[in-house]
């Protein structure tokens, strides 16, 4: 059930009816969460509607993996239950001895999976600094098979340049992979680019509600979008009709809320920006941040995401500890502002040496900047840090 939307509406009118039109039999404006394990079908061989099984396909999955793939300007959606669970779905995709060049600071559960689960079907890895060709030129040899880069990276805020990165994939026959998670496709679209594949965590910007978890994958190579779904079929880590109804609720207003994390975001880099206590300050938004000119050209604006060294672990403790409207927890991208520990927390899976050469120290925070009101989220930053 898709309304036929021209190929020229805008992002707004897509997040709001990509994917989705009124149900045939009743009339109903919004997606139902069609909670059905299996479908009728008219005879042998003869589905109705294409439906057989919800692991292969479900109703209100098919309308957000449609949303998803409009809101990227993709071909194909497929959602899993977890980020994670989308990002393991690209490694089917490789062979024992396959060489994938990563970003080097990246989701620690990216890192995690690589080295203590992928590492033993004898996949390959190098962690470089992907802001700077040459490095990844460095790395890649004849059995590079993938590139997956974060831009924004989770939390040092670099940045990388997306275009390039696409064509050194072409040129070397790469599958070329971006996880989006931090930008959102309001802010980043990689498949112009010409990047192949787009991974996402739902559970973060695009459901922006704290209350569900999910993954996706976006391509426009037919090619990958079978194999993917083919992955979904057999391995069955898809998303529920319910989370997929809650996500199809939350892309309605990605638009909306990005705006207002941009808008906080920037008044509170540039408040942390003054403060003296603050040794160093993430974000991409700052004309002080080395990419802040390449984040400006591939980027719509710079998120919801800063990150700030405050020297060492004790600083931080006595500083989380003093926070009454922001709220010391993992994870990102919702409503409210959330405060994040990356050494301690989404970062621990990392070594401490590994973390250190990526600026991941003891005194880091990561704030996911939400959208209470702004001059709230700045005084309750500032008697903290005093
Ligand atoms: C950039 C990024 N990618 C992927 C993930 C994994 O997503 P999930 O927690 O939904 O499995 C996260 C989680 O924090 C993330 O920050």
Known sequence: ????????IRFATKAIHAGQSADPNNGAVMMPIYLTSTYL???IEKPR?????SRVTNPTRTALENNLASLEDGKYGMVFGSGMAAIDSLFHLLKPNDHIIFSKSIYGGSYRIANSIWKNFNLNFSFVDTTNINEVEKVFNKNTKMIFVETPTNPTMEITDIKLISNFAKKNKLISVVDNTFATPYLQQPLKFGIDVVVHSLTKYLNGHSDMLGGAVITSDKKI??????FQKCIGGILSPFDSWLCLRGTKTLHIRMEEHCKNAMKIAEFLS?????????YPGLTSHPQHKLAKRQMKNFGGMISFDIGNLKNVKKFVDKLKVCTLAESLGGVETLI????TMTHSAIPKEER???GITEGLIRISVGIENVNDLIDDLKS???
């Open 41 to 43: 079908q008219d005879g």
């Open 225 to 230: 979008a079978e194999q993917i779904k083919y």
């Open 340 to 343: 994040c520990h990356p050494a």
């Open 274 to 282: 003054q403060e003296k206590k603050i040794k160093k300050i993430f």
């Open 356 to 358: 250190d050469k990526s």
């Open 1 to 8: 059930m898709s309304k036929s939307l021209s190929n020229k």
């Open 49 to 53: 509607q294409g439906y057989e099984y």
């Open 384 to 386: 903290a840090l005093k």
